[in-house]
Structures are given as C-alpha cells and as structure tokens.
C-alpha cells in the first residue's frame, strides 16, 4: 500500500454528522492509536483504552450527559467504502450489535462484548506504512489535528495521546488578513479583559480567534473573530467560557471556583459584556450559537 493510499483512506473516513454537531470521537481514535503504534502496541485492547478514550473526549470533545468511547472504536471498522477501510477488529464476529424495537440493528456493539473480546487497531498494511515512515505519520497526524482541531488544542492532544509535537505542523491554509482585520475592529484589545500591551507599537500575546472553528468551516470574517489574549483565546477555545445571545460572558458551571486564579481570570467577568468591536463587526449570532452548543462546557 502506497503512503498516497493511506492518506487518501484517512482522508475519507466517515464522521458522524448533524446540524454542524461535532464528533470528534475517531480522530482522537485515531490520534491515540498512532501514539500507541510508536510506542509497539499495535493491537489495542477496547477494555484496557475505554478509560483514556473517554478522557480523550472529555477533555477535547464537546460535552455530553455522557460519553460512547466504544463508538469509535466499533464504527471505525466498518467505512461504507470497504476500499477505505482502516480499522480492524479480528474477532467482530463474537460481538453482537444492539436491536431496535422494530428488529433492525442499531449499529451499536453491545459494551459487554466489546470488553470482553474487542481488540482492534490499524489494519496491517497500514500500521507497518505508519511504523517505518516517520513522514507519513506526522503528514497524517497533522492533517487529523488541522481538519478537526483549532490550533490552540494541538500541543495538548498531542501530549495527552504520547505524540512529540515538536514534529507537527498544521497545513490547514489560513487567511492572512484574518488576524489583522480582527485585531483592528478590536483596538488591539481582549474582548474579556481588556488587555491591550503593546511593544514598539505592535500589540503583543493578543490573538484573533475564530468563534465557529476554521476546522469546522467557520469563515475568516471579523464577525466570526474575537480579538483575545493568549489565556483568553485558549479558555474559549476549550469552553471554558463563550457568549450569551446578548453578547455577555458565560462562565462554565464547572470550573473550580475555589482554584488560585479563577475570580481574576474567569469569575469577575462572568454575566458583564464582552469589550465590543466597531459596528458592524459584532459577533454573529449563527457562530456565537455554534460555539455555545459545540464547544461550550457549560453542563453541570
């Protein structure tokens, strides 16, 4: 198999799909797996990852009452083009599917199964085109991370799944004017603190943030941009916090109000307007809802 084959294979892989949701489910799947593959696990046991891959998508999912780690790791099996196929869990056959009422099949492996007997992980070809190029790992890894992740995310997946990021770089293309144009309507100022330090005159650790993901085909337009500091760009990007319909703060229910840090940084600016750009570069209410039901972290 040509290394053009296995880019192409992962590049088709299916992801579940509705209204703009996000599931990222198999590409932190698949992040995971090549960490392990560099470390000589070629063969992932469902019942020894579930636990890290449910921290996986706690961490850089979106939130959820609960969360399916055994999802990806079935689905990522079964592509609706066999030529695409990529994930292979040999005994399949000793798993059963769970059934509708109607006597379809729901798709879903029966959990106990899959602890019981899942073990899966790249098909052969594959993992041995991964194990002995190290190109083609980290082209893979970075194109994963650029189509599914902002930036501020990488370094950490990176170093939750076991991968040197110091060898990724995101080819996603970028507009240039992006920052700059976001950066004027703003005044070289965050939109939560109101931080706006400038050096030689050219304003420094502020960032123009994508409010709907580049990943997820937000546009580089101000209106989907916030200008924000460093700690600022990274706690949104995270959910820690993102914007009422009036365009007001809203603090994550689940941060550790008590921890060092949190009424200076998140607490104090809790339910107060964000600092506005110039007309008409306001947030737009279609990005600002995306983030709210995408990103936002915000259950209790």
Not at 21 to 43: N, S, T
Not at 132 to 153: A, C, I, K, M, W
Request: proline content about 6%; overall charge negative.
């Amino acid at each position: 198999m040509t290394r053009e084959e296995v880019l192409r294979r992962f590049q088709n892989f299916q992801i579940w799909e509705r209204r703009g949701e996000r599931a990222p489910h198999k590409p932190l799947l698949i992040l995971y797996a090549i960490g392990k593959l560099m470390l000589g696990e070629e063969r992932l046991s469902y019942a020894a990852i579930e636990d890290d891959l449910r921290d996986l998508l706690k961490e850089f999912g979106p939130w959820r009452d609960r969360y399916r780690p055994q999802d990806p790791f079935w689905r990522l099996r079964d592509p609706r083009n066999p030529e695409d196929r990529v994930w292979k869990i040999p005994n399949a056959h000793q798993i059963n599917e769970g059934w509708r009422s109607d006597g379809t099949s729901t798709g879903d492996a029966l959990i106990g199964d899959l602890r019981e007997h899942g073990v899966g992980g790249f098909l052969p070809l594959i993992a041995d085109q991964l194990r002995n190029d190290v190109g083609l790992r980290f082209e893979l890894v970075g194109r994963l991370l650029g189509s599914h992740f902002p930036v501020t995310y990488h370094a950490d997946i990176l170093q939750a799944v076991g991968i040197d990021w110091t060898f990724v770089a995101s080819r996603q293309p970028r507009n240039p004017r992006f920052r700059p144009e976001v950066l004027e309507v703003y005044g070289d100022r965050c939109a939560i603190c109101g931080f706006n330090v400038t050096f030689r005159d050219r304003p420094i650790a502020i960032e123009a943030a994508h409010i709907k993901w580049h990943s997820a085909e937000g546009p580089d337009i101000p209106q989907n941009g916030m200008a924000l500091c460093a700690l600022h760009h990274k706690l949104f990007d995270r959910g820690i916090f993102t914007l009422s319909d009036q365009l007001t703060i809203k603090v994550s229910e689940q941060v550790n109000s008590a921890s060092l840090g949190f009424e200076e940084w998140l607490g104090r600016f809790d339910d107060r307007d964000i600092y506005f750009p110039s007309e008409p570069y306001l947030p737009d209410a279609v990005y600002v809802h995306w983030h709210t039901e995408q990103v936002f972290k915000g259950g209790s």
